[in-house]
């Protein structure tokens, strides 16, 4: 095992200067450069069996679960990496790194095959900023067997994950993480944890997967349907999602929400409601 994790100040400036790697902008890449955040995010993580992470990186956050499960699966997409990684990685023969787009990945596939393989799988990753909600929402609606999420994300972020109805905050991500999870904010990260500084702090939230919610991707396409136009009315929303508004003015009516409620007014419980109507149509 090499002496300095690849998260230490020292050894990433050598891995940046040996592979003559600028951090890419567009990428949402800024790297962890102190261990012990590194070390606390994946102690955190559940991660005994198999993980998936996404953005190695430079393989800072990797070797921190690599060290602690049994299996990690990881999706980049910058392919000026491959040969970084290759290095860095290659003390631990339980990581798999594919070079692929994670937001066109077959995520149920692979949750399955790992599940099979190593028993419990989770996600743990220091997320791309620009890409968070996207990744999000596709681990909410096909993630359903991942039993935990810790992730880096800007701190503003993580506190619209818990935001309450009638916020400014309280948006389709709040409304799915509340229905689908218990979540917690583990701790507050500074900007100069990471190389380059973002100009915000973050913060590690985790979502435990609460069993026996009935929600999948239906309910993705559902609650995002009902925020597409948040000045609007539930049922103008209701009536775009389901191309038809006599049955939106009829599930209204049923679920007992009146029609001229704004989408952000709405409790995650009447959501969770109008899912269970809409499936019956
Ligand atoms: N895990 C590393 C760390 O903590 O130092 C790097 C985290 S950096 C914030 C985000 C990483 O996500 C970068 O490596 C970036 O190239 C990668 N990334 C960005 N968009 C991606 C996508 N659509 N699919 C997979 N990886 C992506």
Redesign the pocket.
């Known amino acids: 095992m090499p002496d300095k994790p690849i998260?230490s100040i020292s050894r990433t400036r050598q891995i940046l200067r040996q592979y003559d790697l600028r951090p890419?902008k567009g990428?949402?890449?800024?790297?962890?450069?102190d261990v012990s955040v590194?070390a606390r995010t994946a102690e955190a993580s559940h991660c005994e069996g198999a993980v998936i992470?996404?953005?190695?990186?430079?393989?800072?956050?990797?070797e921190q679960l690599a060290l602690r499960s049994r299996h990690v699966t990881a999706?980049?997409?910058?392919e000026r990496?491959k040969p970084v990684l290759e290095d860095t990685l290659s003390p631990y023969d339980n990581v798999e790194v594919l070079f692929?787009?994670?937001?066109s990945a077959d995520l149920h596939q692979k949750v399955q095959e790992l599940q099979q393989a190593w028993g419990r799988v989770v996600f743990a990753?220091?997320?791309?900023?620009?890409?968070t909600s996207a990744?999000l929402f596709r681990i909410f609606a096909e993630g359903e067997d991942l039993s935990y999420l810790t992730v880096?994300v800007q701190k503003e972020v993580a506190q619209r994950f818990s935001a309450r109805p009638g916020s400014a905050d309280y948006s389709a991500l709040s409304v799915e993480s509340q229905a689908l999870y218990d979540i917690s904010s583990l701790f507050t990260v500074p900007p100069g944890a990471?190389a380059p500084s973002p100009k915000v702090d973050s913060a590690v939230v985790q979502f435990h997967r609460r069993p026996g919610t009935s929600a999948d991707a239906g309910f993705d396409q559902l609650v995002r349907g009902c925020f597409a136009q948040r000045r609007k009315t539930i049922y103008n929303n209701l009536r775009s999602v389901l191309q038809d508004g006599e049955k939106a003015e009829a599930v209204l009516q049923v679920c007992g929400i009146a029609p001229d409620r704004r989408p952000q007014q709405l409790q995650v419980e009447e959501f969770l409601r109008l899912y269970e109507e809409v499936s019956r149509l």
């Open positions: 998260a890419k990428y949402g890449q800024n790297f962890l450069v590194v992470e996404v953005g190695p990186g430079i393989g800072s956050l990797t999706y980049e997409i910058d990496l692929q787009d994670f937001l990753a220091n997320l791309p900023y620009y890409l990744i880096m990471f």
